[in-house]
């Protein structure tokens, strides 16, 4: 298939129709079966954010943001203050589900911005908005991918050498099943087939990003059915690979992003900057300004969520991998030093350190 047929066969969070449940890929399923399922209560919601069935921090967001606009749906209320007391305990349950990721937070309180500004229009009205809001961020978030795309694919223009493909490394899942299309870190790929080049012009190398094995269940999988060159490696193999002198660049996403330039993504990221400051390869953070917390000073204060420990233990395994009853350490993110970032691409343009400053000028908080 080609890229876009790839694009329509994945597309990651949809309101059915009807508009009466999210449809969406569950993820936990991939690269195996390529599932559909229709989720709609209150707890399906949470609970397919929280177990993963969609996850990236922009895909989360959308799902937060029809999620809500669903739930409201349903309200049944006597007069607004009702109307918005049930509404701001729905929000703050779907805000419960997963601590790192500002899109969530961020979707949700745009959604209630819609209703504070529609306080003179009765429910029924206001749940209407919340449909169009939920439209939007989704249009907003293809958009914003695609302009972070091109921004990196200028980057991989400049490092093309005749008959040599780029190099490319990425850790972890922030793709198109992360987002509403392109993704973040795979933005600049696809976007450079949209741009004529082929799936041989660049060589992607996806950390499979352990315990969840996202890089590998997804990343690889997107990858390799939109005909780009891909391999897969375990995280415990970047170091070597940067020194082979196969990597010209490196694209991570993120789901936070702090005033000073520290990122939170995916856990073992941290440890791919580092490498990659040491070989002197280019690292680059693809970040929507969504997910620029100019609120969060530093990465000291982005909280990091904590997972089951079985995802350590048992999950993937035929049988248990540990002895019973070991004490486990499962973060879910790592804090990348900003110090250690070539440059954050957000849709609005490549930052570069000072990044509370590039932020400010790119027109991201007070």
């Not at 397919?48 to 049944?76: D, Q, W």
């Not at 299309?181 to 041989?200: I, N, R, S, V």
């Amino acid at each position: 298939m080609n890229v876009e047929e790839f694009f329509n066969k994945v597309v990651t969070v949809r309101m059915s129709p009807d508009e009466s449940a999210l449809d969406i890929i569950d993820q936990t399923l991939l690269p195996g079966t390529i599932k559909r399922i229709e989720i709609s209560s209150r707890v399906e919601i949470w609970d397919a954010i929280k177990r993963l069935r969609v996850r990236g921090a922009p895909a989360i967001g959308v799902a937060a943001a029809y999620g809500i606009a669903l739930l409201a749906s349903r309200i049944e209320s006597n007069g607004l203050d009702d109307f918005y007391a049930k509404f701001t305990e729905e929000k703050d349950y779907l805000a419960s589900s997963r601590p790192t990721a500002v899109n969530l937070f961020w979707a949700l309180d745009r959604m209630d911005r819609v209703v504070k500004n529609h306080a003179d229009d009765s429910p029924d009205d206001i749940k209407e908005a919340l449909f169009a809001e939920a439209d939007a961020i989704r249009e907003e978030d293809v958009q914003i991918s695609r302009a972070i795309g091109e921004i990196g694919f200028g980057l991989l223009r400049d490092l093309k050498r005749n008959g040599q493909a780029v190099g490319i490394l990425t850790h972890c899942n922030a793709g198109t099943l992360a987002t509403a299309k392109y993704g973040t870190a795979t933005a600049p790929m696809y976007l450079a087939l949209e741009h004529g080049w082929a799936g041989t012009d660049m060589h992607v190398y996806c950390d499979e990003t352990r315990p969840l094995l996202q890089g590998a269940r997804l990343t690889s999988f997107e990858l390799y059915h939109a005909g780009i060159t891909t391999t897969l490696q375990c995280d415990n193999m970047a170091s070597i690979l940067m020194r082979s002198g196969k990597i010209d660049v490196i694209f991570v996403g993120c789901d936070r992003v702090a005033r000073n330039g520290d990122t939170a993504n995916k856990i073992g990221t941290s440890g791919v900057a580092i490498l990659a400051h040491h070989y002197g390869i280019p690292f680059y953070v693809c970040a929507p300004s969504s997910t620029i917390d100019m609120d969060t000073p530093t990465g000291e204060q982005i909280p990091i969520e904590m997972r089951n420990p079985d995802e350590v233990t048992e999950m993937w395994y035929r049988e248990r991998m540990a002895p019973e009853g070991v004490d486990v350490f499962n973060p879910a993110f790592d804090v990348t030093d900003h110090g250690l970032i070539t440059g954050v691409i957000t849709e609005k343009g490549l930052c570069h350190t000072p990044y509370d400053e590039a932020f400010l000028d790119l027109g991201m908080g007070p």
